[in-house]
């Protein structure tokens, strides 16, 4: 069995994280009824026994003593991070695993980065490298963070840097959330493309999210809720739409939902991580099949059904529709529109009581809608876990490698040109020590060139690309 750490970075990242453990321990909860410490858990959870002072070794049998998450927090203001510590889940984590500072990053991509990045790099090496050494065999790494604010896009990309060279054989997925038009972070064209230009040239795999689908996808599970269909109500323990259920009950916020989604996501990713199934798919697996070309790694995520995210009391969806769903745009996490677009591979990870025949069935059915580019026409990747969601059937995670991702990319760009333009908020970047104006240009540059290698898939509709003819040795 492997393990996984989370590095959450920032406000949203935090928030995220926060809800990603809270619904990882009901799950497991919910399966080990026994308490028993078992490889599931290990995948994610340390047993320690916390009457000794350093805790000393983790103990690998008999009854669960006390977990604690493999994860790193990690934010320059200290609300959130103290907010979860006297809340629910203050026991799964301890101040080893914590890293804070109180006067936060200013919205201000440099100084998360170039600042606190210098301030607190012998700190997080020595954190993640005592992470790393509670792990037998250490797979992969998750980031969760978000793009629009400092500490999210500087640090967080920072942090990624970090973990490719301490830990290079080591796999990085990173949760990127993308912010809306209408943000409130002025600034947050700015950090997200010079984040943009780390993930493009660190990441192994990123999962980029919108809050605007995600405020959608809400939007839809409030209807659900208050039009009364089919006798809908709401499960008393909802696992997303609130924070209910937990030990201790705290006021919602506004993102709280949103977060739960992401969160979900997480959840659903990682199950077969977590549990068994008939075909389990390890997480290196998503990377080496669905990442043709290093650079294109933007992976669009869709979760189904939503139902199984709002906890609203419906009669589950036919399985085939399930399918059906994760290709639809409603169950998207990022606004694009994949079957008008190129697919370059497609993962299914499916959860539940659910066949090999079932997920073949539905993949032949499917197939004829979606344009797969013509050298990987096969470029189907399934996974099956036993285990499904707290208190449902089963549920599906669609990972779609995809051309689509383009617009988002092109709108980003429009945004920061409007801004770069104007030379808009470009001082407070340009006054932080280290930071050039040529890291606007080389970030732009990044973006524009990831934008033209989709640009090249789209207009040879997939034809196999010609390479560079190789140098020919005299003899």
């Given at each position: 069995m492997t393990q996984s750490v989370v590095v959450q970075v920032g406000q949203c990242g935090n928030q995220v994280g926060c809800r990603f453990w809270d619904l990882a321990l009901r799950e497991h909860a919910a399966v080990n009824k026994k308490g028993i410490y078992d490889e599931a858990l290990s995948s994610f959870f340390r047993n320690v026994d916390t009457r000794s002072g350093d805790y000393g070794p983790d103990i690998y049998k008999g009854k669960i003593c006390s977990l604690k998450a493999r994860a790193l927090l990690i934010d320059m203001e200290e609300g959130?991070?103290?907010e979860i510590l006297q809340g629910p889940l203050r026991d799964v984590f301890d101040s080893k695993q914590l890293i804070t500072d109180v006067s936060g990053s200013g919205n201000n991509w440099a100084v998360g980065h170039k600042i606190y990045g210098c301030q607190y790099r012998?700190?997080?090496?020595?954190?993640?490298?005592?992470?790393?050494?509670?792990?037998?065999?250490?797979q992969c790494f998750f980031i969760i963070h978000s793009m629009g604010g400092g500490t999210g896009s500087g640090l967080g990309t920072f942090v990624l840097?970090?973990?490719?060279?301490?830990?290079?054989?080591?796999?990085?997925?990173?949760?990127?959330?993308?912010?809306?038009?209408?943000?409130?972070?002025i600034t947050s064209p700015y950090n997200s493309v010079l984040a943009m230009k780390e993930l493009n040239e660190h990441a192994d795999c990123v999962l980029p999210i919108e809050n605007e689908s995600l405020f959608e996808i809400v939007n839809k599970i409030h209807q659900i809720i208050n039009s009364g269909k089919?006798?809908?109500?709401v499960k008393q323990k909802s696992l997303v739409t609130s924070s209910a259920g937990s030990a201790k009950t705290l006021q919602e916020k506004p993102f709280d939902a949103m977060n739960n989604i992401v969160a979900n996501l997480l959840l659903n990713l990682t199950s077969s991580a977590r549990f068994e199934g008939s075909l389990n798919m390890d997480l290196n697996e998503i990377s080496m099949n669905l990442v043709p070309f290093p650079r294109l790694h933007y992976l669009v995520s869709s979760l189904t059904p939503l139902y199984t995210l709002a906890d609203v009391n419906i009669p589950s969806r036919r399985l085939d529709q399930m399918?059906?769903?994760a290709f639809s745009r409603d169950h998207q996490l990022i606004q694009a529109d994949p079957k008008h677009s190129l697919y370059l591979a497609c993962a299914l990870l499916v959860r539940g009581n659910v066949q090999v025949s079932d997920l073949r069935r539905n993949?032949?059915?499917?197939?004829?809608?979606?344009?797969?580019?013509?050298?990987?026409?096969?470029?189907?990747?399934?996974?099956?876990?036993?285990?499904?969601?707290?208190?449902h059937s089963h549920s599906l995670l669609a990972l779609a490698n995809n051309t689509c991702v383009k617009p988002t990319f092109i709108e980003l760009k429009d945004r920061f040109v409007k801004l770069y333009k104007k030379?808009?908020?470009?001082?407070h970047y340009l006054q932080v020590d280290g930071m050039e104006q040529s890291s606007f240009s080389e970030a732009m540059s990044s973006l524009s060139d990831l934008i033209e290698e989709y640009n090249e898939l789209d207009?040879?509709?997939?034809?196999?690309?010609i390479d560079p003819s190789r140098l020919k040795i005299a003899v």
């Open positions: 959130v991070v103290n012998e700190n997080i090496v020595e954190k993640l490298r005592k992470t790393a050494e509670h792990c037998d065999c250490l840097n970090l973990l490719e060279e301490e830990f290079p054989e080591v796999y990085r997925f990173v949760t990127s959330v993308y912010p809306s038009g209408e943000d409130d972070v089919l006798g809908s109500t399918f059906s769903d993949i032949e059915r499917l197939k004829p809608s979606l344009h797969f580019v013509s050298w990987n026409q096969e470029g189907w990747k399934t996974g099956l876990c036993s285990v499904p969601p707290v208190g030379k808009a908020h470009l001082h207009a040879a509709k997939g034809e196999p690309r």
